[in-house]
């Protein structure tokens, strides 16, 4: 069944623990598993400067994204018919790398409050050295 009341859709996300990030590289898919945080319509990723992602997204920022909660299979007396249930959102977007310290610390807070850490302040040091991903949501359905 399709969810698209928005108020639904943001409690499937801030329920999920983890979002597969597609992304796009020359004519085939790459789809990495990450942590992220949620607000005001985009998604927020950290990680290193270096590595695939990086370079896929320097070439296209056009970016798909899934993320599932209450996922439960539901067994049968035959294999076959064997079913799962889950509530999913599954959304389109651009993707931007953040340079400015202030957006970057913004955006890990996001990420901490998701994971419900605690907000603490950040080594300026390590805050340099990793990358944020932001992702504006294009369109996204449950």
Request: glycine content about 10%; charged content about 30%; proline content about 4%.
């Given at each position: 069944?399709?969810?698209?009341?928005?108020?639904?859709?943001?409690?499937?996300?801030?329920?999920?623990?983890?979002?597969?990030?597609?992304?796009v590289?020359?004519?085939r898919?790459y789809?990495?598993?990450?942590s992220?945080?949620?607000?005001?319509?985009?998604?927020?990723?950290h990680?290193?400067?270096?590595?695939?992602?990086?370079?896929?997204?320097?070439?296209?920022?056009?970016?798909?994204?899934?993320?599932?909660?209450?996922?439960?299979?539901?067994?049968?007396?035959?294999?076959?018919?064997?079913?799962m249930?889950?509530?999913?959102?599954?959304?389109?977007?651009?993707?931007?790398?953040?340079?400015?310290?202030?957006?970057?610390?913004?955006?890990?807070?996001?990420?901490?409050?998701?994971?419900?850490?605690?907000?603490?302040?950040?080594?300026?040091?390590?805050?340099?050295?990793?990358?944020i991903?932001?992702?504006?949501?294009?369109?996204?359905?449950?």
């Amino acid at each position: 069944m399709e969810i698209v009341e928005m108020e639904k859709i943001e409690s499937i996300i801030l329920k999920a623990k983890v979002c597969r990030l597609g992304l796009v590289d020359g004519n085939r898919p790459y789809v990495v598993p990450m942590s992220f945080g949620y607000h005001e319509n985009a998604l927020y990723f950290h990680t290193g400067q270096k590595g695939r992602k990086m370079e896929i997204l320097k070439g296209n920022n056009r970016v798909c994204f899934e993320m599932e909660v209450d996922l439960e299979i539901v067994p049968a007396d035959n294999p076959c018919k064997w079913n799962m249930r889950y509530k999913s959102v599954v959304g389109y977007g651009r993707a931007v790398i953040l340079v400015d310290p202030g957006e970057k610390i913004k955006a890990l807070d996001v990420i901490v409050k998701h994971y419900g850490g605690q907000l603490m302040a950040y080594d300026e040091k390590r805050v340099k050295g990793l990358a944020i991903i932001k992702v504006a949501i294009d369109s996204m359905k449950g």
